[in-house]
Nanobody, 119 residues
Framework: QVQLVESGGGLVQAGGSLRLSCAAS????????MKWFRQVPGKEREFVAQ???????TYADSVKGRFTISRDDAAITVYLQMNNLKPEDAAVYYC?????????????WGQGTQVTVSS
């Protein structure tokens, strides 16, 4: 059974940090591009970052220099380290797995984890 399970969301003050984790199961980690998206109510889900199986990374302009995506293949987990958080970063963050570096190419989604940033 394919599953992506996010954790690590919560409430943080502006300027603070959080680290999101996404545990994968069901054999979907391998040669996959692992991605993070986020969504606020009333808006479309937006791409945040992705990492290929060989470690190549891509970030949305809005998070460059503040967020870092990484993966631990032994732990079958992908992380999103979020530093210097801003109120506009507040959203539900979703982990995703795809077979392409096209940002919107997603085969599997996690259930999401809420990030709230207080000003």
């Amino acid at each position: 059974q394919v599953q992506l399970v996010e954790s690590g969301g919560g409430l943080v003050q502006a300027g603070g940090s959080l680290r999101l984790s996404c545990a994968a199961s069901g054999g979907i980690f391998g040669r996959r591009v692992m991605k993070w998206f986020r969504q606020v109510p009333g808006k479309e889900r937006e791409f945040v970052a992705q990492i290929t199986w060989f470690g190549g990374t891509t970030y949305a302009d809005s998070v460059k220099g503040r967020f870092t995506i990484s993966r631990d293949d032994a732990a079958i987990t992908v992380y999103l380290q979020m530093n210097n958080l801003k109120p506009e970063d507040a959203a539900v963050y979703y982990c995703a797995a795809g077979s392409s570096t096209i940002a919107t190419a997603v085969d599997y989604w996690g259930q999401g984890t809420q990030v709230t940033v207080s000003s």
